[in-house]
């Protein structure tokens, strides 16, 4: 795990070593650069596997230049099948002999999580991999420059603007969409793109789409059951192999507890790390966490953190993230990561993915049950009264969407409705205006052989949901450690074996994560498996009210007009009572960016 950065065309050296350096954190262990005319290539390693100087980047390559962020867990097998001289035990050499062999193909041939940049000659390749593990952000102005992360663009740019793309499909979706970010002319790749940009000009593609694999393929429930369990068992094989020290997180869920069943069945007692609250025990996880230890016979260690820890953190925390992401759960486990750190470790295993593929989010069901509404014979009748007796509560807006004959599901991270963001800013917000942002994704799947919503539902929330805000957020809490956390629900051989599978199979017992429970049965105790799913949750708001930070969106919005006074203050207000509590927690992180960068 690392950090890629690079400029071609003209800079200043001094600005581009300062730059560089805001990314040391992704790799303390060595820098490297390499330095020519219009040419600044660079590199900062975070050592995982081979150790040795011999695998420092940026490596070399006749005409070749590479730098590389990530893992390739296939990159042994690949070594058998290529014809070529190596001189490292690394993953990165593999990626350029699979180049030399393959061309730009290559990726197809890739297992991992990467964001690459590859330099042949006068043509630079940029490749983010293809569910979004690994960031990737560039931003082509005089000069084209990309970095793993957005603070080492941001002394490059003339001035400081807010992109409004970034901004409304943050509010309404928890995360900027790509290709924007918050800073006006810093852009990103999306999951599944490279970049191309020759002689000043730059070309975007798309390399990988999940919908390309044919679905129905398997239509027996047992047969389903028997190739997820040997997808899961070799996607956690392959995540295991590490020259440095792992551990893994441990809630009170299936999906941690799976991950670490097959980690002790393949020999490794990984040490696990649970988060507790001092003052609320209703978000605490401690309790079921031990009972899964005990059960796998494994360690684990309980962090407890309370409200002067999560204030302490919280600025940093969002000075990390670079630009505002609605995940209050990045402080937890920011402090979380940081005592991971102190006990030495440099991977971390960790669930995510595995609510999206296995339908693990209850409002999935509902969401198919509203579907049918739209075949109502008084349809009409209904949607004028919905029209008639508007409410701020997400189930309205659900039915609304479908007697308008519109598109019900926009993600699980859906945050702000377009009516909600009319109401409540100073300008004029159309309804279904947000439908932009999902745009691209929603015309892939209607060109695809898939037709049954609920693979609509995994597909925008693996490409949004997982991979711009919970893969984000991960990346950035753990790298701010200099560790490397790893997803095995998201290896994308997995994923195209869920997608093959008849969906009807997910779905039809009307069970969250059916056939991961099936997967599952026999090897995790049965009190696992039926634990009511708590999620990451933790008493952010009662924090931000306490310390009184929430003070800081009034103050904000006073100097910005950006919102209406009394639909904020109504915001406020709910949420002190428990509503639209991520909603406001949102409005306090925007605030902090504008604060910070705008101000």
């Avoid at 991999?129 to 420059?145: A, C, M, T, V, W």
């Avoid at 969409?177 to 002319?185: A, C, L, M, S």
């Avoid at 056939?515 to 026999?522: S, T, Y």
């Amino acid at each position: 795990m690392c950090a890629v950065f690079g400029i071609l065309g003209e800079y200043n050296e001094t600005t581009a070593k300062s730059a560089l350096a805001l990314l040391s954190h992704r790799g303390p262990d060595y820098c490297g650069i390499v330095e020519k005319n219009r040419l600044f290539f660079a590199h900062q390693r975070l050592s995982i596997n081979d150790t040795h100087h011999r695998s420092h980047q940026p490596l070399k390559h006749q005409n070749i230049l590479l730098s590389f962020n990530g893992e390739i867990y296939n990159f042994k097998e690949l070594k058998k099948e290529l014809d070529y001289e190596f001189k490292t035990q690394s993953d990165t050499e593999v990626i350029i002999a699979a180049y030399l062999e393959w061309g730009v193909n290559f990726i197809d041939h890739l297992q991992g999580m990467f964001a690459i940049a590859l330099l042949d000659s006068d043509t630079l390749y940029l490749f983010r991999d293809r569910l979004g593990e690994k960031p990737l952000y560039y931003l082509n102005g005089d000069s084209f420059i990309f970095a793993s992360e957005i603070k080492a663009l941001v002394p490059f740019l003339k001035k400081t603007e807010m992109d409004e793309n970034a901004l409304l499909s943050y509010l309404s979706f928890l995360a900027p969409t790509p290709p924007y970010t918050f800073f006006k002319d810093i852009k990103t790749l999306a999951a599944g793109e490279y970049a191309v940009y020759k002689n000043g000009t730059l070309n975007i593609q798309r390399y990988y789409d999940i919908l390309s694999t044919k679905p129905n393929i398997i239509t027996d429930k047992y047969e389903a059951v028997q190739i997820i369990e040997k997808a899961l068992e070799e996607s956690m094989e392959l995540r295991l192999y590490s020259d440095s020290s792992t551990a893994s997180l441990l809630s009170g869920g299936i999906d941690s507890a799976t991950i670490n069943y097959y980690a002790k069945k393949q020999g490794l007692n990984l040490p696990t790390y649970t988060l507790g609250y001092k003052e609320f025990k209703k978000y605490d996880e401690r309790e079921n966490a031990r009972a899964t230890a005990n059960f796998l016979g494994i360690s684990n260690t309980e962090v407890e953190i309370d409200e002067v820890a999560f204030i302490k953190a919280s600025d940093t925390v969002l000075d990390t993230l670079d630009q505002p992401l609605n995940d209050p759960a990045a402080v937890p486990l920011y402090l979380l990561f940081e005592k991971i750190k102190e006990d030495g470790h440099k991977v971390v295993l960790s669930g995510e993915g595995s609510d999206e593929l296995f339908l693990g989010y209850r409002q999935y069901f509902e969401y198919l049950d509203i579907e049918g509404a739209g075949n109502l014979a008084h349809k009409n009748w209904l949607k004028k009264y919905f029209r008639a007796n508007f409410s701020m509560n997400r189930e309205w807006e659900w039915y609304k969407r479908v007697f308008d004959d519109t598109l019900l599901f926009r993600t699980s991270g859906e945050s702000f409705t377009d009516l909600q963001k009319n109401a409540l800013m100073k300008r004029n917000v159309k309804d279904n205006s947000s439908l932009k942002y999902l745009g691209a994704y929603r015309e892939r799947f209607r060109n695809s052989q898939h037709t049954d919503e609920s693979t609509w539902y995994s597909y925008i929330d693996l490409n949004l949901f997982q991979g711009e805000h919970f893969l984000t957020k991960l990346d950035r809490v753990s790298m701010a450690h200099s560790i490397e956390s790893r997803t095995p629900f998201l290896d994308h051989k997995l994923v195209e074996t869920v997608f093959s599978i008849d969906p009807k199979l997910r779905y039809e017992d009307g069970v969250t994560k059916a056939l991961l429970k099936k997967v599952m049965r026999g090897k995790l105790d049965e009190s696992i498996l039926k634990r009511k799913k708590k999620g990451f949750s933790n008493p952010y708001m009662e924090y931000l009210i306490n310390s009184k930070k929430i003070e800081l969106i009034k103050e904000v919005n006073k100097k910005t007009g950006l919102f209406r006074e009394e639909k904020l203050d109504e915001y406020i207000s709910d949420a002190s009572r428990g509503g639209f509590k991520q909603h406001v927690w949102g409005l306090y992180v925007l605030s902090y960016w504008i604060k910070k960068n705008l101000l």
